[in-house]
């Protein structure tokens, strides 16, 4: 379809603030203007901090710049831990995410606000309070994704650490959020609120919500999972599905499979926005992209980071062994447990196998094969070549939009507001304006209905 074709499905956007991992280059952006109105300009940001307030504040005013639809912030728990010792990356931490997000409320005015937050280590009345008072204070631009916590190693942080079976992350998930949605519509309207009373699996409530009901009614969920399980979650209750990003065909299957499970929860294709996590490397031209995204491929991936990832896999001990030389030629212990606070490798003798057949292919050392088969770019190119990509992802109906997280902190958004975002709108692809001003108006969802009060 050409740019002059007619109407386009238009492209959703949001920016991802990184985590601690070695997938983020911290580094201050070109020299500029980066202090906020009202601070002292003699005193530049620390950029280099995680917790630093200029790094979120810088971001996130780059997506608004951007006219993207939110800007979304992660949760770690605990810190990660690696034979028994924090892991180096982890020792600064993460903030709480409502918190920074109600700060980034006073320095912004139309970007939505995402944070993620722990359906396991929280309850109902706590968190649907939290978040109601993040929608009032921005005006109606909250969001929270919902995610699931089971491994006993975060619980020991919680009082009740380790006590949720796998199984019964999703279950409790969905109670969980529908209690929450009790609450914020027990305040249908001025008026005093109707008591709440849920009697279920994981919780019995009973009793009243202190917040009036915020402009968007509900805040604006998003669910991240791949799994059947997440898929049908999503289906059944979210907004936004946060989801990894592959291919055109495989993200055309995963479309299809996802929205083809709405009908039997009353709910149209529209209502629910597939945005899969992107990261993106520009140059002048193809060969200068690639130049680049490989030599970002070579600062996230050290010798000790490609050691670390290598014995998550194998979950033995690979100290002695050279990053430079071949992979291992033992089998990996599928009981090891090496790596504390971590997704779990389903089948590692499979991982394995694969990178030793990849690493033989190409006589590749264990460095090489790391940084081959790990956190790869997704998008690389000219800016017209991305442009391009992202655009034939939505029209073709592999996503509704992305989310980006960039390489590079706090300064990496900075390139692609400037010099693909213009291309979008050029194709009429994407916005030029707000149009709206709370998060459900960008993404183009309908309000929750608003429940009839009976007295």
Partial sequence: MSPTAGPRKQIHLAAHFPGVNNTTVWAAPPAGPTTAPGRDAARPPSFGSQIDFASFEHLART????????????EGLRLREHKGRIHDLDVLGRPESLTVL????????????AGTVSATFNEPYELARRLASLDHLSGGRAAWNVVTTSDAFTGENFRRGGFLDRADRYTRAAEFLATAREFWDSRADAGEPLPVDHRGAHFTVRGEFGVPRGPQGHPVIIQAGDSPEGREFAASAADVI???HSGLEAGRAFYADVKRRLPAYGRRPADLKIM?????VLGDTPAEAQEHAAEIRRQ?????????????????????????????????DPHGELAQGRVRIADPRAVADRWRALSRAKGLSIRETVIETTGRQSFIGTPQDVARELEAFVQGDAADGFILVPHLTPGGLDPFVERVVPLLQERGAYRTEYT???????????????PVRKD
């Fill in 63 to 74: 997506a608004e710049r951007g006219l993207f639809d939110f800007f979304f912030l992660a």
């Fill in 300 to 332: 996230q991936v050290s010798p000790q980071t490609a050691l670390l990832t290598l014995e998550q896999v194998w979950g033995v001990d690979l100290s002695s062994y050279d990053p430079d030389g071949p992979l291992p030629d033992i089998d990996p």
């Fill in 242 to 244: 946060f989801t990894r």
């Fill in 436 to 450: 709206g001003t709370t998060l459900r108006s960008h993404l183009g969802l309908p309000d929750p209905a608003r």
């Fill in 276 to 280: 899969p996590g992107v990261t993106y």
């Fill in 102 to 113: 109600a700060a980034l409320a006073a320095v912004t005015e139309r970007l939505g606000l």
